[in-house]
């Protein structure tokens, strides 16, 4: 690579491993059934796809916060396609700029690395920008990167993604 430019390409890195109890999500939540679920952990809250309140099968896509931070940190699996962009992107001395859909400024700090179950992306956003109210009112959270659009629409359990967002909010001053 040349131009120097800073890269968060996390290869070799270790992708969050997670394993807990998610014993405070809502009462709506059935065993057995594939939902968002919530944890209030202590200082952090995270928001998964699950089918079980005690679990570490989680979904594609996840979310984690500080609580009180007014961010969350989302985390997925990359697809093929997604890979060879950033691959091209690098190749051609390119940063590889998540692009929220709807625009929203509030991306940062996009990183790409290997884990356990294959390739990863990871970045902040805010908990009140554009696009997590769209994610929290209709389930459908999607980004860009390069000409990959990145979509997952899943609205079982949104009110736990209401509860996740209340844990992230930073406090009114």
Known sequence: MSGGHPRSICVGG???????????????????????????????????????EATDNFG??????????????????????LRRTIAAMLLHDEEPNIIMVPEDSSALGGEFF????????????????????QFERTGIFCFKLGDQSVSSDFKVGLENVR???????RPAT
């Open 14 to 52: 270790i992708a969050l491993a997670v394993s807990v109890a998610l014993g405070s999500a809502s009462a709506y939540c059935a065993e057995g059934e594939v939902q968002w679920r919530v944890s209030d952990q202590g200082d952090n809250a995270l928001l998964v796809t699950a089918d079980s």
């Open 60 to 81: 594609q896509l996840l979310f984690h916060c500080k609580k009180g931070s007014g961010n969350a940190t989302a985390e997925g699996d990359m697809s093929e396609g």
């Open 114 to 133: 290997t884990g356990m179950a294959g390739w990863r992306y990871r970045f902040q956003l805010s908990i009140t920008g554009p696009a997590f109210e």
């Open 163 to 169: 509860k996740f967002q209340e844990l992230c909010r």
